[in-house]
């Protein structure tokens, strides 16, 4: 069975204080790994995909990357409308399995 | 285009009542997704559906949800009868292909939900 795990649940940074999200995940043959960004009262909205181990992405102050087992979220210098609560997906076959998230709070 | 459309956006019901939740996915998109959003469980996939014919309907919880997609403009997802216990964020979403390929450039796009209340 696919599973996704996230950490941390929820997380709080000063503005400019750069960190990372983790996503761990097992599948069977990986078709893609997604990121989503979910604002309150909103759906996800679509971020990033990656395949392969190795491969990075970057939008902004956002950077994503992946190896076999997890991915990282790289958020630098975070701005207070960064805050959301950022969402990993796998896909091996249909459809996306997602993780819970990750609760992300910047600071002013 | 105007994104996944979904209505209503709040529903409110007493326990043993039917719930209808309506979808409007992007034109041109041919899989179509229900999922359901807890603070517990996260997202779950409830079903979905490619060019209109359901494909893997294993997450709907119970035989009270059950889900149609008549026409590629239109689905409804219903719960009949409600219990509290189905109080959730259910979304839409949908894809032009499932993910795979170029398709997987662009994901799933969500509509903005439905907030179901069962009391």
């Known amino acids: 069975e696919d599973q996704v795990t996230q950490s941390p649940e929820a997380l709080r940074l000063q503005e400019g204080e750069s960190s990372s999200l983790n996503c761990s995940y097992t599948?069977?043959?990986?078709?893609?790994l997604f990121w989503y960004r979910q604002d309150p009262g909103k759906g996800p909205e679509f971020l990033f995909t990656?395949?392969?181990a190795g491969e990075e992405k970057e939008k902004e102050r956002l950077k994503a990357t992946l190896t076999k087992k997890e991915s990282f979220l790289h958020i630098t210098a975070p701005k207070p409308e960064d805050s959301a609560t950022y969402l990993c997906?796998?896909?091996?076959?249909?459809?996306?399995?997602f993780g819970k998230g990750t609760r992300l709070s910047v600071i002013a | 285009d105007a994104g996944v459309i979904q209505s209503p956006r709040h529903e409110v019901t007493e326990m043993g009542q039917e719930v209808t939740l309506r979808c409007k996915p992007i034109?041109?998109?041919?899989?179509l997704f229900w999922y359901r959003q807890t603070m517990m469980r996260g997202l779950e996939l409830l079903i979905y559906?490619?060019?209109?014919?359901?494909?893997?309907d294993s997450g709907m919880p119970e035989d009270r949800f059950s889900a149609k997609m008549p026409n590629a403009s239109f689905s409804t997802l219903k719960i009949q009868p409600s219990e509290p216990r189905d109080s959730a964020v259910y979304f839409c979403?949908?894809?032009f292909g499932s993910g795979e390929g170029a398709a997987s450039n662009y994901g799933y796009t969500f509509g903005s939900g439905t907030r179901l209340t069962v009391v």
């Open positions: 979403a949908s894809s």
């Open positions: 599948v069977s043959g990986l078709r893609g």
């Open positions: 990656l395949y392969s």
């Open positions: 997906a796998v896909q091996a076959s249909p459809p996306l399995v």
């Open positions: 034109s041109g998109h041919d899989y």
């Open positions: 559906f490619n060019n209109n014919v359901p494909i893997d």
